[in-house]
């Protein structure tokens, strides 16, 4: 019998859960094969995985989108829910406000705080403020749902649900008496359009009803958000309507979505808001969602008669989605053995993965799953907290873009991931921030330049702060983000790029700090007042400091790119010494009692270890400054601050579920830097194994808070272990754990313009296959001696070095040159 949830009563998976999968899944560009002709059991995709159970949640669903437009799929066979989402609903709950007008009394601030008096400088800074209490920016919610509900005849069976990452395709199967039934659902990135295909066994198997409704209607912030509701419905389309009680000028100002059913054979009618089909040997749907940025002009309409031009070729849309979506995801591939378990459903999976035993067959996926919601959340916009997905009027923190360490963990792997342009839409983003960014600098600090807040959605004001919660006053912000836009000219070599982008907006950044920094009694600068993300010193217990170690290291890294970009375009000569004076009075590392690198670089303020934010390892969170590399005592303090912050990771996870996932990234991006490689690996374990639900979407906490951070982060610690680079230079398997013999990844982009198009090692063989954009000579470097090294194919060279691990190599340009290593 079928339960009323649509949930099956027996779940038969044949033989997929005896250790095998079916990789001969027919091609999306073949005829569809009768309904008659449907296999029982849902074969598993080459790249993507199997699902035993339906979401009983949306945090569960099946993930599909296209960067714009997003779906989750709970997978219910008899009682569908498809959770839409858009990148732009962004829901106005308040009008814009300006930052605190604190610059004109940041000197009684910073005399507060040289008193030690932490707690009043944080209150004097509200009191100064109209605003007095913490404010989100606007929040991202669900656009509605699509509920599709279908009869039963007898048991349900064969119940599997699949994503192919390859296609970005959600497969919903199962059978009853009758025979077999299938939904399949993409958001097309070459239309702007998600599908739904709904299949069964033969010739008028196909009987459903289908419905666009709100997600919560009894939520209250969607009663108190949402007016003028309306939905319609005809023989042919569904239609979903509302403005926004709270809109004001400049923000969206309503939704609408419509919905396309077209069914092959048999019928349609009409039943209150919802439209049945009856007796059709196939249903397609076409939904469309559009922001409105004026209210009174609706899109309906113009939105039914485009639909209406569209063929109902299921399979032609999804090539034409497949032939973008598809060349970007398959860039990459990891093995690293795998093996059969890639027949095993997630459920499986993570029942069989443990701590001592990580599964490796899971990683891999894992590793897909991450880069393909990444991808599958990115537009023009870069991913949020949820990505581009959204389930509940009540997300947490906004599912807002928070910049002190989510967002960056998102978009950590989008350059030596090797989708770069994906990158662009966080620099964009940026770009368009830059006047509200411009005034958070003014109002708050009275200087030139811009200041990020810690989140923003629609506006770029700094209105996340109270007394408990300074963030007002978190400086690091627009220097970590001039990271990004100098990576992407490091990685691509895109001058153009660097010279209109990257250069002006570090040039802003660094602005900021020419006005903001003061020297103290010593002759070093003092960064005051300022917020160490999100955590209090240990004596004070008030997040309101000065001289947080990750301003000091992200300062300096902006004015030394600053510099060189300078340099590499011939500009702001008169700059450069300014710069340089600058760099020279930088406080420097200080290392605690503990053996650790501090947080706050002075002794008047003591570490606070117990806390999910590890921002203090800014520096090595995406390399390693030649001032560390160069500094024994340095490289080891930073090493003990990882295993005590790690060491605390374990004593939370006892307590209350561990650490947020990002903050195992971090810790993992680090270790990594260091070369590493055992603690690193330590950090990956609990990640892969505590993080991910059985539909491969990355939670914020252990199994709970549906969040993107680590499906960005979590590749990057990876790759990092298996290469590392900077202009001139590549490493091979810098911290490559003994846990991974061998290995196969393929399609690592490198700074410097070279990619890794397939590393292989096997014990102590090592062969990697390099093309270069430009000729070009580098210094390769692998994890041990080498014994013999030969070019076993393309027109390179090799020299020798003095270091007896690497090799000088000369890379011809456009051409794959394949180096064959032993290691002694």
Not at 116 to 124: E, R
Not at 612 to 641: C, N, V, W
Request: with cysteine.
């Amino acid at each position: 019998m079928t339960s009323l949830s649509g949930r099956p009563a027996a779940l038969a998976l044949v033989g997929l859960l005896a250790g095998f999968s079916v990789f001969a899944a027919p091609s999306p560009f073949a005829p569809a094969a009768p309904s008659s002709e449907l296999p029982k059991t849902l074969a598993v995709p080459e790249r993507g995985f199997v699902s035993s159970e339906p979401g009983e949640t949306w945090e569960q669903g099946l993930l599909s989108g296209n960067g714009t437009i997003g779906a989750c799929v709970l997978g219910r066979p008899l009682e569908e829910v498809v959770v839409f989402s858009h990148k732009r609903m962004f829901v106005p709950e308040r009008a814009p406000l300006l930052p605190p007008p604190t610059a004109t009394r940041l000197f009684e601030i910073r005399r507060l705080i040289d008193r030690g008096l932490y707690g009043q400088a944080a209150q004097l800074a509200v009191d100064v403020s109209e605003q007095k209490t913490f404010l989100y920016p606007d929040p991202l919610m669900p656009a509605f749902d699509l509920r599709v509900k279908m009869e039963g005849r007898g048991e349900i069976a064969d119940y599997l649900r699949a994503t192919d990452f390859r296609t970005g395709e959600t497969i919903v199967h199962w059978s009853d008496s009758r025979g077999v039934f299938e939904r399949r659902l993409f958001v097309s990135r070459a239309d702007g359009l998600a599908l739904v295909q709904i299949t069964g066994p033969g010739p008028g198997g196909v009987t459903c009803r289908l419905e666009l409704s709100p997600r919560e209607p009894e939520n209250r912030r969607f009663r108190a958000n949402v007016a003028n509701l309306a939905t319609t419905t005809d023989a042919s389309f569904l239609t979903f309507r509302h403005g926004f009680s709270r809109a004001y000028p400049g923000s969206i100002q309503g939704l609408e979505g419509v919905a396309r059913v077209v069914p092959r054979g048999g019928s349609t009618s009409t039943d209150g808001p919802a439209l049945v089909v009856t007796g059709a040997d196939e249903v397609l749907v076409f939904v469309d969602i559009q922001v409105l940025d004026e209210f009174d002009k609706s899109k309906i309409e113009s939105t039914k008669k485009a639909l209406a031009q569209r063929p109902p070729n299921y399979k032609e849309f999804l090539g034409r989605h497949e032939r973008i979506h598809g060349e970007m995801f398959l860039r990459m591939r990891l093995d690293l053995g795998g093996g059969a378990d890639h027949g095993l459903t997630t459920e499986k999976l993570l029942a069989k993965t443990t701590d001592a035993e990580p599964s490796r067959a899971l990683l891999e996926k894992v590793f897909d799953a991450g880069r393909y919601n990444i991808i599958s959340s990115t537009s023009d916009l870069p991913p949020t907290l949820q990505g581009v997905w959204a389930g509940t009027y009540d997300p947490p923190w906004a599912s807002d873009f928070t910049h002190n360490g989510n967002v960056p963990s998102a978009i950590a792997s989008l350059l030596m991931a090797n989708t770069p342009e994906l990158m662009l839409s966080y620099t964009s983003y940026m770009e368009w921030l830059v006047p509200y960014l411009e005034v958070n600098a003014e109002r708050i600090f009275g200087a030139r330049g811009i200041v990020l807040p810690s989140r923003s959605t629609t506006t770029g004001y700094n209105n996340a702060f109270a007394v408990t919660f300074p963030g007002q006053f978190w400086v690091a912000g627009a220097a970590w983000a001039a990271h990004f836009f100098y990576d992407y000219w490091l990685y691509t070599g895109d001058r153009k790029f660097l010279a209109e982008h990257a250069l002006p907006f570090m040039e802003k950044a660094a602005l900021f700090f020419e006005d903001y920094l003061y020297e103290g009694p010593d002759g070093r600068f003092v960064f005051s007042p300022t917020q160490s993300p999100e955590n209090a010193p240990g004596n004070t217990r008030n997040q309101m400091s000065f001289n947080a170690t990750m301003d000091v290291a992200a300062a300096k890294e902006l004015l030394g790119n600053a510099i060189a970009a300078s340099r590499e375009l011939g500009l702001n000569r008169e700059k450069i010494p300014v710069w340089e004076k600058m760099l020279a009075k930088m406080p420097p590392y200080l290392i605690n009692e503990d053996g650790a690198v501090k947080e706050w670089l002075t002794p008047r303020l003591t570490d606070s270890y117990n806390h999910r934010h590890t921002s203090q390892l800014y520096a090595l969170l995406d390399g390693m400054p030649e001032e560390i590399a160069r500094s024994p005592e340095l490289r080891a303090a930073f090493k003990k601050l990882i295993e005590l912050k790690f060491e605390r990771h374990w004593t939370n996870w006892e307590k209350q579920g561990g650490f947020m996932s990002f903050g195992l990234v971090q810790l993992g991006q680090a270790a990594a830097s260091l070369g590493e490689a055992d603690l690193t690996y330590a950090c990956l374990v609990p990640l892969l194994n505590r993080y991910w639900l059985h539909n491969l979407a990355s939670m914020h906490n252990a199994k709970r808070l549906f969040n993107t951070d680590i499906s960005g982060g979590m590749p990057a610690v990876l790759i990092k272990m298996l290469a590392a680079s900077d202009p001139g230079r590549i490493s091979l398997l810098p911290a490559k754990p003994a846990a991974w013999p061998s290995g196969t990844i393929e399609g690592i982009l490198c700074r410097g313009q070279v990619e890794i198009r397939r590393l292989t090692w096997n014990g102590r063989h090592i062969e990697a296959v390099l093309r270069s954009a430009k000729a070009q000579e580098i210094s390769l470097s692998v994890p041990g001696e080498i014994k013999a090294v030969r070019l076993a194919k393309g027109a390179g060279s090799i020299r020798e070095s003095k270091d007896p691990r690497s090799r000088r190599l000369a890379l011809p340009a456009g051409q794959d040159v394949v180096l064959a290593v032993e290691l002694e």
